[in-house]
C-alpha cells in the first residue's frame, strides 16, 4: 500500500506539472507577424490601438486574464502592458518594443508595405524588421510561457509603445510608470549579423545609446524690400553658420561598450574599415583611424557626437528681405555628454551671436547601462544555442530607441533582439522592408531562453 501511494502521489504530482518547455509554434509567431503589419501603425491614422486589442487576444487567448493586460489610449496612439505575474515580489523584468512604424507610399514600394506578402523566403510589410518582428517573437513566447503554466520569480512585464518614431510621449509615459523595475530586454536594439555567405558573424548586446536631441537655429533681421539689400540677410547669416556646423568634427571619444566591442567588429569586417577601428579602439588618438571611421557611414556614430543640418525654413515672400530663417540640427550626443554641452559647443562654432541656439525641450539624456553578468550569461546561453562560440560583441546605437526614457530612468536597459539577419536584408524605414522567415524559429529559441533563465 504505501508503495502504491507513493506512486499515485507522483502521479498527480506530473498531471499538474507544466508542458515540457518548448518556444513558441513559428507558424503561430509568423501569423502574428503578418497580422502586425497588415495593420498600418502609422501616425496618424489611429490604428495603434487596434493592435494593442489584437495582442491583447492574442494573450487572452493563451490564459492571460484581463486584468493582466492593460492598454491605456494616449490620443491617438496607445500603451500596452502585459504582466505575466512573477511568484516573489522581486522586481520585474521589462521587455520593451514598439507598435508604431513609420510611413510608407504604396506607390514607392514594389508590393503593398500594409499587405503582408511571404516571397522567396522573406515577410515584406512596413514593419516587418522594426519592429514587429521582435514584438511578435516576445508576444508569440509569453503566450506559450503562459500556456505552458511557466511561473517565474520575477514578474515579466511586456511595454509596448505607440510613437517610437516620432514623439516618444507613450514612452516617456511607460518609463515614468515602470521606473522600478530591475532591468528591461529591449527587442527593438541588438541582435545578430548574418555575412553575405550565409554564415553568422557576430551577436550585438547593445547596453547604450546615443542621446538625440534637436537644436534650432535662429537669426531674425528687420526685412525691408529686396531692391534695397542691406549688410546683413538672414537667410545668408544661417547659410554661413550651417556651412560652419556641416564642416564641424566633434572630439573623438570611445567608452566601455565601443572600446570592447569595436576590436571584435574589426575582426569580422576586415580589411582598411577594420584596421581602423582595432587602430581607434587601442588609441582613440589615432588620426589616421579617425578620418577613415569618419568617412564610413556605417560607423561614424560609433566614434563621438554628430550634428548635421536636417531642416531649413525662411523667409516670407520671394521679393522682401526676409525677417527671419531657422535651421534644425540634429545631434546623436555621444553617452555621458550633456545636451547642454553640446549646445554650447554649437554656438562657438557658429560664432556669431546674432544667432540663437536653442534646445529642444523633450530631448533627454542618456548613459550607458552597465553590463550586467547575468544578462550577458543568458544572452550568450541563448545564442550560443543557435551558433555555438559566436561572439558577443557589447555595442552601443547610433540611433535612439525606447531605452533611451528607461535608462534616464534608472532603470538598465540591454538590446537583445532575436533577429539575425544579413547587412543587405535591412530596410528598416526603407523601401521593401523585410525579414527572414528562416529566422522566426532561432528568435523564439532566444526569447524562451531569456525570459527562463533571467526571470530565476
Known amino acids: 500500500m504505501r508503495f502504491a501511494s507513493i506512486f499515485l502521489a507522483s502521479a498527480a504530482l506530473l498531471a499538474a506539472a507544466p508542458v515540457h518547455a518548448r518556444p513558441a509554434d513559428p507558424a503561430a509567431a509568423k501569423t502574428i507577424l503578418k497580422d502586425s503589419i497588415a495593420i498600418p501603425t502609422v501616425a496618424g491614422r489611429g490604428k495603434v490601438p487596434e493592435l494593442a486589442a489584437y495582442y491583447a487576444g492574442v494573450l487572452k487567448a493563451a490564459g492571460f486574464a484581463d486584468g493582466d493586460i492593460v492598454i491605456t489610449p494616449m490620443g491617438e496612439t496607445a500603451t500596452f502592458a502585459a504582466t505575466l505575474k512573477g511568484t516573489t515580489d522581486a522586481k520585474p523584468i521589462l521587455l520593451l518594443g514598439h507598435m508604431d512604424v513609420v510611413e ?17 523566403g522573406y515577410i515584406f510589410g512596413r514593419g516587418s524588421e522594426d519592429n514587429k518582428f521582435d514584438v511578435a517573437m516576445m508576444v508569440a513566447t509569453l503566450a506559450q510561457l503562459k500556456k505552458d503554466g511557466f511561473r517565474p ?14 514623439a516618444m510621449d507613450t514612452t516617456r509615459a511607460l518609463a515614468a510608470a515602470y521606473k522600478g523595475a530591475e532591468f528591461a530586454l529591449n527587442g527593438d536594439a541588438g541582435g545578430g549579423l548574418i555575412g553575405e555567405d550565409g554564415k553568422a558573424r557576430y551577436y550585438g548586446l547593445q547596453a547604450g545609446e546615443k542621446t538625440y536631441a534637436d537644436y534650432v537655429l535662429e537669426v531674425t533681421n528687420p ?12 537667410i545668408v547669416q544661417l547659410s554661413e553658420a550651417l556651412t560652419k556646423i556641416g564642416a564641424y568634427r566633434f572630439a573623438p571619444q570611445q567608452n566601455e561598450l565601443t572600446k570592447a566591442g569595436m576590436p571584435i567588429v574589426a575582426d569580422q569586417v576586415g580589411g582598411a574599415i577594420g584596421a ?31 550634428c548635421v543640418p536636417t531642416l531649413i525654413k525662411g523667409g516670407h515672400a520671394e521679393n522682401a528681405l526676409p525677417q527671419r530663417a531657422t535651421a534644425n540640427v540634429n545631434c546623436r550626443i555621444f553617452p555621458g555628454v550633456s545636451i547642454e554641452a553640446v549646445r554650447a559647443e554649437l554656438e ?18 542618456s548613459d550607458a547601462s552597465q553590463l550586467r553578468p547575468e544578462v550577458v550569461a543568458a544572452v550568450t546561453k541563448a545564442v550560443h544555442a543557435r551558433y555555438p562560440g559566436l561572439p558577443i560583441i557589447p555595442s552601443m546605437s547610433a540611433g535612439a530607441t525606447d531605452s533611451l526614457h528607461f535608462r534616464a530612468q534608472g532603470v538598465p536597459s540591454y538590446g537583445v533582439a532575436g533577429l539575425f539577419s544579413k547587412a543587405s536584408d535591412s530596410f528598416a524605414h526603407g523601401l521593401d522592408e523585410r525579414a527572414p522567415v528562416d529566422a522566426i524559429p532561432g528568435a523564439l529559441a532566444h526569447w524562451d531562453s531569456l525570459l527562463r533563465d533571467l526571470s530565476k
Open 104 to 120: 510608407a507610399d504604396p506607390k514607392d514600394w514594389v508590393r503593398d508595405p500594409f499587405v503582408p506578402v511571404e516571397e522567396g
Open 276 to 306: 581602423a577601428l582595432k587602430a581607434f579602439a587601442a588609441n582613440p588618438a589615432d588620426a589616421g583611424a579617425v578620418a577613415a571611421i569618419r568617412a564610413d557611414p556605417e560607423y561614424v556614430g560609433q566614434i563621438g557626437t554628430t
Open 348 to 365: 562657438k562654432v557658429v560664432a556669431d551671436p546674432a544667432i540663437k541656439v536653442n534646445t529642444d525641450p523633450d530631448a533627454t539624456a
Open 153 to 166: 520569480k520575477r514578474s515579466i512585464i511586456l511595454l509596448l509603445s505607440g510613437d517610437e518614431e516620432t
Open 223 to 234: 526685412g525691408g524690400h529686396s531692391s534695397r539689400p542691406g549688410a546683413v540677410n538672414a
